[in-house]
């Protein structure tokens, strides 16, 4: 599904990415993990094609095709979803709106049949309900006024609405307590399937107790530096990532 | 005594027999013209609108009247028409033609035009039902619009496309608790000249409140000068620039806070795309002992093309210490972390763009509590899009 | 810090007074006839010594302003100014110098320490020899020695136009040229005194220069002209003015400052000014025309303005930036002050050209008493500019309900990339931050200062140090009375 191959990224001239390697395979979940400034959300908004992210080196393939020649919506047309950490608001443009808008660029973009108002919001409550995503959000302009917890269970009830191949949750877990950390990961473990592929970037592993990865990799220093099982995670948890980052050098 | 400056407005001026109520409103107004002459860009307040250059080629429209059109007349509104002035009833005389002297634009529709309108609402009768105004053809013509205390009007003001010159003179006159509703539509008006002056005068907590959609012409000015004149007196503007091509749009406003406890609030949009120019200048005085008077006002704006312009110019006159003022422009580009969250969700960057562009223009329009008018002025906007959008990026 | 503001203020009223019946000249002044015409041009250039090439500069600068029309400044009124009634050159005599600061009016010194000036800048301000006081390794000689070291030119203008010929003639006039204004044509003909800087690339000037320890440190001309040239990557801060209240008989002066910064260097120019206030009735104010601008000329330079001003003064021309180069960045700083009847008028322009470029203005306006304070500002982005990023911040505090702030703000932006923000907010000491200070046993003049250099922080913290703590007392002496 994702082949990362010796990726280097520069950002505003500055290399953050410095030879990352990964790959991940259809039904798959994979986590990342790392300290601030290790990268992680370089590798976020690299994947959906954010402008000012650049490949100095290596490749990024996606379902074969090199990414790098495809620009964001494209990347979203053919099943790649990022979950934003920080989801941005829009005033003026309303919820409804925007998923139905988002919903139908993605069918035609695939030569698909673009669906009714009334079809859409059939379907967005449908799922909306489960992720306890109100009708009066539904209507509010996008994310305007919401909390943190509302902020993230959109996004994940858009993953559940433009049904993705590879998605890819950038820290969907900060900011959250408890409560809002279970309903947010019961949404992702109710889309794992065989034919999508999840790389869940995270910061603690608070979050991989509810949705466990079948890998672990950490990240440092723009690089990969330890990988492994669902224990990592709680090794990491226990001695931290200089611990660990200092036995892989 | 300086010597009269030559000018296209002044040269105009015939002599008239007029009622004794309005001579002497009329011979001040030609002294202003007279002595001020037809702005031009050296003059600050117009500095982004040369009237002067615009209107050089002399044509027959300079001594014109323009055509008004009332199509229904309320209960609860009298309608007069100004070109029997002789029989001009009290409302008329006590107000018609005495804002005009202070620039030269209402001085010259008040020295020039030979008609126009003038509505009046009874006190406390509170009109449901909107008038509706069309201004068309060219030359000039005046409007008065008066509300005694407690009265209620909603005014839609349909400025036409067609006419290669129209100057425009309106005073407004809103009694104690009485609320005016005018809404402006001037519709994209290429190769035309479009102004238009409007005085207000608002008293003991009465409100008035403007929306605005502009399209711009080939130089385009509206002066909205507003005094709060007593305790509690309000105004609240919103509008909306959609220009494209070589259009020009000029808003200018100034709200005079003359006594204490007035409120103003003002928010504008405007998208110039192409090489049209979009200017705002906001001016709030507030007098000395206006004491605890509220004024707030943002304007914003979005460039579309390589070749378009926008001047904002946010001015605050302060006099009194125990008031709340605050101001803010700003000239940006479309929002470039919405534009990728749009675009990573699969919207392509075009449409992501458009949608972007209806938002930046929808909270200008959206605070307008009626329904209808929101509809209207929205389709005014989505009419004038297209062309703001050519060429763009 | 009360009663020593009191003070203060009634020794500055007492050199008022002094001022006022007619200026006690103890020093001997040798003039240029009165009058301005071709001859006093030649007179001035002649005095100072300077080559031909200077004197034709001159001359073509007095050519073209024969030419130009005075204009006519629309919200202040003053006396048509006779140039034909003035003098035009007027410099000290060779008049020994008080051996040290006994000879000095203890009253003026009293003065100078309330305000928390240095010994040295004291010594300057009183017209001792600095040199006479300290032994032979005295500060001015270290600090020469120390740009000298550095490779740093910082000399009277006149002597920089003899011994550095050829740097004065690549930047003189470059920023404003001759004929850029009328009071700046009218300087390039007749200026006398002023600075010239030069810092050679790679620099960072080891220590802020100021014009008191310009070496033959004479009394502030009438017509000053300063050039400061920040060469590739090098660095300067300069500080001009003083607390002490500036008194001159002059009431007009049109002075001219250039600054050019090269690929990678920053220039940092500050201005601590306490302007004459004139009279009780706020007549005779200072009225100081002076074009300030600064040439962002190579990439990735950057220039700042800081100002504190207080007082009567009505500047014609504001400090401003051109940014021409790509990546350059523009600042602008100022804290305003005016009390009773002042009126006090300053801005600034930000021209964006280069790409990538930034400017941010931060400005602070204090009306108290009767007085007025406008802020006039202009950032303009030229069709080419792409990238350009502006904020701006426009702050009015208005003491007491007789006075009154004025916000002029133009915006002019010609490029759909740039990003520009202007904000402003008009306030008043608020009743509870008072009574707060109060009750908690702060005087009702020391509250007031307090609140206000917290009002003015952001800019204050721009400014050297030494000037900065100046500054603070400045603001408190300045707002006497306001509140009460």
């Known amino acids: 599904m994702l082949d990362i191959k010796n990726l280097h990224v520069a950002v505003g001239g500055k290399e953050i990415l410095k030879g990352l390697t990964l790959s991940i395979a259809a039904g798959e979940v994979h986590a990342i993990m790392g300290p601030n400034g290790s990268g992680k959300s370089t590798l976020a908004y690299l994947l959906a094609g954010r402008t000012g992210y650049d490949i100095t080196q290596g490749s990024v393939t996606y379902r074969g095709e090199d990414l790098n020649t495809l620009a964001p919506e494209e990347r979203a047309a053919k099943g790649l979803f990022l979950a934003m950490q920080y989801p941005v608001e829009i005033p003026g443009v309303t919820t409804l709106t925007f998923l139905k808008t988002a919903l139908n660029a993605q069918h035609r973009a695939r030569g698909e049949k673009e669906l009714d108002a009334m079809s859409v919001l059939k379907f967005v409550r449908k799922k909306a309900e489960a992720l306890k995503v109100s009708e009066d959000m539904l209507k509010r302009a996008l994310n305007v006024g919401f909390s943190g917890g509302e902020k993230k269970r959109l996004e994940i009830l858009q993953m559940a609405l433009f049904e993705p191949k590879l998605a890819v949750l950038d820290e969907t877990d900060s900011g959250l307590d408890i409560d809002a950390l279970k309903l947010v990961a019961e949404g992702v473990n109710a889309l794992r399937s065989p034919s999508r592929a999840m790389l869940v970037i995270t910061h603690y592993q608070r979050l991989l107790n509810y949705v466990v990865p079948d890998r672990i990799h950490v990240l440092a220093q723009g690089k990969i530096v330890a990988e492994g099982g669902k224990e990592l995670a709680h090794e990491l948890e226990a001695k931290g990532y200089e611990h660990i980052a200092g036995k892989a050098a | 005594m300086n010597a009269p400056v030559p000018n296209i407005f002044a040269d105009a001026v015939d002599a008239r027999s007029l009622p004794d109520w309005l001579s002497q409103r009329r011979a001040d107004a030609v002294a202003t013209l007279r002595t001020q002459g037809v702005p031009h860009r050296r003059i600050e307040e117009w500095k982004y609108s040369d009237l002067k250059t615009a209107l050089e080629p002399a044509n027959d429209s300079i001594a014109a009247t323009a055509a008004w059109s009332i199509e229904n007349v309320p209960t609860g509104v009298t309608l007069f028409d100004l070109a029997d002035l002789s029989a001009a009833p009290e409302w008329v005389r006590a107000h018609f033609g005495k804002a005009a002297a202070a620039e030269t634009v209402p001085a010259a529709s008040l020295a020039l035009a030979e008609g126009g309108f003038a509505l009046h609402v009874a006190r406390n009768a509170v009109v449901t039902e909107a008038v509706r105004v069309g201004l068309s053809a060219n030359g000039h013509v005046r409007a008065l619009v008066v509300l005694e205390d407690g009265a209620g009007l909603t005014l839609i003001e349909q400025q036409s496309a067609a006419g290669a010159f129209r100057n425009t003179g309106v005073e407004i006159v809103v009694g104690a608790n009485a609320r005016l509703t005018h809404v402006r539509l001037a519709q994209a008006a290429p190769n035309n000249v479009q102004i238009e002056d409007v005085a207000v005068r608002v008293a003991r907590g009465g409100l008035y409140r403007a929306h605005l959609f502009t399209g711009g012409a080939e130089l385009s000015r509206l002066t909205l000068r507003m005094t709060l004149k007593e305790l509690g007196a309000n105004a609240e503007l919103s509008g909306v620039s959609v220009l494209g091509g070589s259009l020009h749009a000029d808003v200018t406003t100034h709200v005079y806070h003359a006594a204490g406890e007035t409120q103003s609030t003002q928010l504008f949009k405007h998208v110039a795309g192409g090489k049209s120019r979009a200017v705002y200048q906001g001016k709030i005085t507030v007098a000395k002992g206006a004491d605890k008077s509220d004024s707030r006002q943002t304007a914003k704006a979005l460039l579309l093309g390589e070749r378009a312009e926008a001047d904002l110019k946010p001015e605050l006159e302060i006099f009194a210490d125990d008031v709340k003022c605050a101001h803010g422009a700003a000239v940006g580009d479309l929002d470039a972390d919405s534009l990728f969250y749009l675009r990573a969700r699969g919207i392509p960057e075009q449409e992501a763009r458009n949608m972007l562009l209806r938002a930046f223009l929808r909270e200008a329009v959206d605070d307008v509590a009626d329904e209808a008018i929101r509809a209207t002025l929205w389709q005014s906007v989505e009419d004038a899009l297209p062309r703001a959008m050519v060429s763009a990026l | ?484």
């Open chain 3, 1 to 484: 810090m009360s009663s020593a503001a009191r003070d203060t203020k009634k020794q500055v009223a007492e050199l008022g007074e002094k001022y006022k019946y007619g200026f006690v000249t103890d020093i001997e002044m040798e003039r240029a006839p009165k009058g301005l015409s071709e001859e006093t041009v030649r007179y001035i250039s002649a005095k100072k010594d300077e080559p031909d090439w200077m004197l034709q500069w001159r001359l073509g600068a007095f050519a073209r302003w024969q030419q130009m029309r005075e204009p006519t400044w629309a919200r202040v009124h003053y006396q048509k100014i006779d140039y034909q009634n003035a003098y035009y050159y007027a410099a000290p005599k060779n008049t020994p110098k008080k051996q040290s600061l006994d000879e000095v009016d203890p009253k003026l010194l009293e003065t100078y320490n309330k305000l928390g000036i240095p010994l040295h800048e004291q010594m300057a301000l009183a017209g001792v020899a600095v040199d006479a006081v300290f032994d032979s390794v005295s500060v001015a000689t270290t600090f020469k020695a120390k740009l000298n070291e550095a490779g740093v030119i910082f000399c009277p203008i006149s002597e920089a136009i003899r011994d550095y010929p050829e740097l004065v003639k690549k930047y003189l006039g470059t920023v404003v040229p001759v004929t850029d204004n009328f009071f700046a044509t009218l300087n390039s003909a007749v200026f006398s005194d002023g600075t010239f800087v030069y810092v050679p690339k790679g620099v960072r000037c080891p220590m802020e220069l100021s014009t008191y320890f310009r070496i033959n440190a004479s009394e502030t001309g009438q017509f000053e002209r300063t050039l400061i040239v920040a060469d590739e990557g090098s660095y300067v801060s300069y500080l001009e003015g003083c607390t002490a209240p500036k008194r001159d008989e002059n009431q007009l002066h049109a002075a001219v400052v250039e600054l050019v910064a090269l690929e990678g260097a920053e220039i940092k120019y500050s201005t601590v000014q306490n302007w004459y206030p004139g009279d009780e009735n706020g007549l005779g104010g200072i009225y100081n025309f002076v074009t300030k601008r600064g040439d962002c000329r190579g990439d990735r330079s950057k220039i700042s303005w800081t100002q504190v001003e207080t007082g009567s003064a009505i500047t014609w021309k504001y400090p401003s930036c051109i940014l021409r180069g790509d990546d350059t960045v523009g600042e602008f700083f100022s804290i305003a002050i005016a009390n009773n009847f002042q009126q006090a008028d300053t801005g600034t322009k930000m021209i964006h050209l280069g790409k990538n470029t930034r400017s941010r203005i931060i400005s602070k306006g204090i009306s108290a008493g009767q007085a007025n304070n406008t802020y006039r500002g202009l950032v303009s982005v030229h069709p080419k500019a792409a990238n350009a990023r502006n904020y701006t911040q426009c702050d009015s505090l208005l003491i007491g309900a007789k006075c009154g702030a004025h916000t002029v703000p133009y915006i002019e932006a010609r490029n759909p990339s740039a990003r520009i923000e202007h904000e402003a907010t008009t306030s008043k000491i608020a009743d509870d931050q008072l009574f707060y200070c109060l009750q908690r046993g702060i005087g009702q003049e020391e509250a007031v200062a307090l609140i206000v250099n917290g009002f003015c922080k952001e800019v204050l913290q721009q400014l050297p140090m030494e000037f900065a703590v100046e500054a603070q007392k400045l603001v408190g002496i300045s707002l006497e009375g306001s509140v009460g």
